[in-house]
């Protein structure tokens, strides 16, 4: 009797295209490239609002070596005051400068294919996608995802800025974790006591193979004995206990330690005496509901630590918006006049004339107010392809195999840090 058992070796198998792609690619923070001087006359569609992004290269950056340097102005001229008639004048003062730091940082991505399949995928007969252009799109996105969770984290001291903490040490391949967002499954990581110093997982890197946002836990390929707090942090597929191959130590400035009370950043901090301008205002919210009055006082105190009354960006949660457009909802401000769209396609709910956006990349229970005219990209390069030796391609030695390296020499940096807001610990409904 034929059945599909029997005849199974002979049946076709159709493939339906196209290859649909499940990743999410668009964030605010990679808006930078469509900055423009105040000369462009561009007209913006109707009913949206011109959001021009992060600088993509700073006004006055000096690049020396691998590091950028930009001057400052803080303080001004003290020799200033009333006196009697025939007094003796004020004595003498002057400006005040101080002068911010950094070092460029390195990304890189690597991309391999056999000379069979550049061949065999090089005609549409052949394949819905033609492996060397589907891989250089994709990996540019990739490394971009890269880019942007970097650009959200906090790095350390030593230079690291790990995607997650472990919130509760365990030995075991399921960890429970601060945050989800930055994981997807197939990525490779590796588990780091904070100081550096210390490896859990003691021979090779470690795939994700499972990520639970509602319990906030990545499942890996193997257990690893973890303490609490303990960093998660991004490592090559072929990292092994001889050669390390991960970021510890090579991360970017993120907006966790730019807008910040405390801490060093660019070289200043703080806590040195005269150093004060040299903080955010941030905020614990206590796990309280967003609100008006929490937003406003945010806002305020930009303005009154800065004198920056201008254009802000809010970033916040799902969670959050949606908290906060229930308070809304009574007044019925879902209208066209209340809500907008930026410049990108950017949806905002607007709070004083400031466009809230959602970005996915935002930690839980956050809320941020940036100044993107004090951020910036400090470029020396935008993303290349190496082709200094003639081609983007390059023959793999001994093996009918290419492959090309993608890269970028870069940093996010800020020319003032008093003119962005934080406001942590606000209760969040989605749970990431």
Not at 285 to 295: E, K, Q, R, W
Request: one cysteine or more; a neutral charge; proline letters at 4%.
């Amino acid at each position: 009797m034929a059945n599909l058992t029997t005849f199974n070796s002979v049946l076709k198998t159709q493939y339906v295209g196209p290859v649909r792609d499940q990743i999410y690619s668009n964030h605010i923070l990679l808006n930078g490239s469509r900055w423009r001087d105040d000369t462009d006359k561009l007209q913006e569609p109707q009913g949206s609002r011109p959001f021009k992004g992060i600088r993509p290269l700073a006004e006055g950056v000096t690049y020396t070596g691998k590091g950028w340097i930009m001057p400052l102005h803080y303080g001004g001229n003290a020799g200033v005051g009333f006196r009697a008639e025939d007094a003796a004048l004020p004595g003498h003062g002057s400006q005040s400068y101080a002068e911010i730091t950094g070092t460029l940082r390195y990304l890189y991505a690597r991309v391999r294919w056999t000379g069979p399949v550049i061949k065999l995928s090089d005609s549409n007969m052949g394949a819905f996608l033609k492996a060397v252009s589907s891989e250089i799109k994709k990996t540019v996105t990739d490394t971009k995802r890269a880019l942007v969770t970097d650009a959200w984290t906090s790095r350390d001291a030593n230079g690291t800025s790990p995607l997650a903490t472990v919130t509760t040490g365990a030995n075991n391949a399921t960890q429970a974790v601060s945050t989800t967002v930055y994981f997807r499954v197939g990525d490779y990581v590796e588990v780091i006591d904070p100081t550096g110093a210390t490896y859990r997982n003691a021979t090779v890197s470690l795939m994700i193979t499972a990520v639970n946002g509602p319990a906030k836990t990545i499942t890996l390929s193997a257990a690893v004995t973890s303490t609490t707090n303990d960093y998660i942090i991004r490592a090559a597929p072929n990292s092994v206990s001889a050669a390390r191959n991960n970021d510890l130590g090579n991360s970017t400035n993120g907006l966790m330690n730019i807008v910040a009370a405390t801490g060093a950043l660019h070289g200043l901090n703080p806590a040195t005496a005269g150093m004060g301008f040299w903080a955010s205002y941030v905020k614990d919210n206590s796990a309280g509901a967003i609100s008006d009055t929490v937003l406003r006082d945010a806002v305020d105190n930009i303005g009154l630590s800065s004198g920056y009354d201008g254009d802000l960006v809010g970033l916040w949660t799902r969670g959050i918006r949606n908290a906060y457009a229930a308070t809304l909802t009574s007044l019925k401000r879902f209208n066209d006049a209340d809500s907008v769209t930026l410049r990108g396609g950017f949806k905002a709910l607007m709070f004083d004339e400031t466009p809230m956006v959602v970005d996915d990349y935002c930690p839980q229970g956050n809320v941020i107010f940036i100044n993107p005219e004090d951020l910036f990209w400090a470029d020396c390069t935008d993303f290349d392809w190496m082709d200094k030796d003639g081609e983007v391609l390059n023959r793999v030695p001994d093996r009918d195999a290419y492959e090309a390296t993608l890269y970028k020499y870069y940093d996010l940096g800020a020319t003032r840090r008093n003119t962005h807001a934080r406001i942590f610990n606000v209760a969040d409904a989605i749970v990431r």
